[in-house]
């Protein structure tokens, strides 16, 4: 008996064999968030206590009634509660070789609506017992063999849809009768069905439940598009799997990303997440600013840090604490001003990451760190419990702090040279002209530039300007005078 109330057959999606480098992923957003848009508006689930709202009835249908529902538009597999496919190919093979030898099946959940005046049934449970049929048969992309034992065989062989179809007997697959349950209720119980019968065997993930439920917030979206934009650099630098990709594990990492970057510190993400989601507490004004600094945050962690794959910090729980620091000096217009400086802090974070691998050497070894290893053994202290939780976070950033922070500058609050300061400089100098070209100005084309750019920790002060002419200070950028 289920937590709802009637029987469901443990679903064969629930326990299919582990993958830990699955290596089918869906990359596009809008894949990610298949969404139901034009039917329903996202609202926080009400917990299903009255079982009259869920109204169900079961049946059979044949592998050909559900393919010609399918080719018709009126099976969904991706409605936008669903999570994405984590099955193996194995899990695939597996479950073919189960439907040729007539073996029963548990039952696939339905969600029956209407959509411009036809039936379409989105599919609860089952998505990817349907995905192996279809995938099998050549109606979806993924062509597959089995082995098996066929009907008449001495012993078992490897067998796919074509081959089938030659020996006749592909109404092995196409008459075989798979129990379906059919589902009517709001959205949000059908959700709620969805999350509850996923909770067993290879459960939802918190990002899993959290799409299921939010399909429809803005902030979900806004972080799935920039997971799918990074999803390269995550995987390259082994920060996620393949498998944890699937289960959305980055979009999660991102949505805390936003969220800690905007409100300029760590979070405690059992909490945070879902809240910001179910407000609706992100306009699209605060959407913009977090997407802005996470792709600046990211972008200048990859410059930073080259090799991180190499280190301790291609761990998520590291990775965060250093990606927030580092979003935060860039808050605080804090700056690398030269590359010599990049090299050092990047040589300064190896050998850190590599002194605390070497204390949890020694605790694996059951010896204590040395007094001169106390700071490893402390930053090693907050990602060894309670990872996630706020004060442990604030712990790691403020060693890290402590580690890089004095090899940062102060970028100038004054972006450019005041009127005043022009007027100084001009009438300082006899005969005006540029320190590129030498070619006279006048009042009416002479420009100003920093010597020390700017963006390099540069001042907007007198003893920092030159004189140039329009033409040479469009060439000159960032680089030095």
Not at 244 to 256: G, P, T
Not at 266 to 289: I, P, Y
């Amino acid at each position: 008996m289920s937590s709802l109330g009637f029987l469901i057959p443990l679903p064969l999606d629930a326990k299919p064999r582990h993958c830990a480098q699955h290596q089918s992923f869906v990359s596009d957003p809008d894949c990610i968030l298949a969404l139901f848009q034009e039917q329903h508006d996202s609202r926080k689930l009400k917990p299903m206590i009255d079982s009259a709202v869920i109204k169900h009835k079961t049946t059979t249908k044949s592998v050909l009634d559900l393919k010609n529902l399918y080719d018709n538009g009126n099976l969904n597999l991706e409605p936008g509660f669903q999570r994405q496919s984590v099955w193996t190919i194995r899990d695939r093979e597996s479950l073919i070789d189960s439907v040729l030898r007539n073996y029963p099946l548990p039952a696939i959940m339905l969600y029956k609506r209407q959509k411009d005046g036809n039936l379409v049934f989105d599919v609860i449970d089952g998505k990817q017992r349907l995905e192996s049929i279809f995938m099998f048969m050549g109606t979806m992309r993924g062509r597959f063999s089995t082995r098996t034992h066929l009907p008449g065989a001495e012993s078992p062989e490897s067998v796919n849809w074509n081959q089938l179809k030659r020996k006749n007997l592909q109404p092995n697959v196409t008459g075989y009768e798979i129990p379906v349950i059919e589902v009517d209720g709001s959205i949000g119980d059908i959700i709620n069905v969805f999350v509850r019968i996923n909770s067993t065997g290879k459960a939802l993930t918190g990002q899993e439940k959290r799409h299921a439920r939010y399909y429809n917030s803005p902030f979900l979206k806004a972080a799935a598009r920039l997971a799918t934009r990074f999803e390269r650099y995550f995987l390259d630098n082994g920060i996620f799997s393949a498998g944890q990709l699937a289960r959305m594990k980055h979009v999660e990492f991102v949505c805390e990303l936003m969220l800690s970057l905007v409100q300029g510190d760590v979070l405690n993400k059992k909490t945070a997440l879902d809240r910001v989601m179910d407000t609706k507490s992100f306009d699209g004004r605060q959407l913009t600013k977090a997407s802005r600094m996470v792709v600046s945050t990211l972008n200048r962690v990859k410059l930073m840090f080259p090799l991180l794959k190499t280190t301790r910090f291609r761990q998520v729980t590291d990775f965060y604490s250093l990606a927030v620091l580092v979003g935060k000096f860039e808050q605080e217009r804090l700056i690398l001003t030269d590359a010599r400086l990049n090299r050092f802090a990047w040589d300064m974070l190896k050998i850190f990451s590599t002194r605390v691998d070497e204390v949890r050497e020694l605790q694996r070894k059951a010896k204590g760190a040395r007094p001169d290893q106390e700071i490893y053994r402390d930053y090693l202290l907050t990602v060894s419990q309670m990872t996630d939780d706020v004060a442990q976070r604030r712990n790691r950033e403020k060693i890290l702090r402590g580690l890089l922070g004095s090899l940062f500058a102060r970028k100038d609050s004054q972006r450019g040279f005041t009127a005043e300061q022009r007027r100084v400089l001009w009438n300082k100098i006899g005969t005006p002209q540029c320190v590129t070209c030498s070619c006279k100005l006048t009042w009416e084309d002479f420009t100003i530039d920093h010597i020390d750019p700017h963006s390099k920790g540069g001042l907007s002060r007198l003893e920092n300007a030159a004189l140039m002419c329009r033409k040479h200070n469009s060439k000159k950028g960032n680089r030095r005078l």
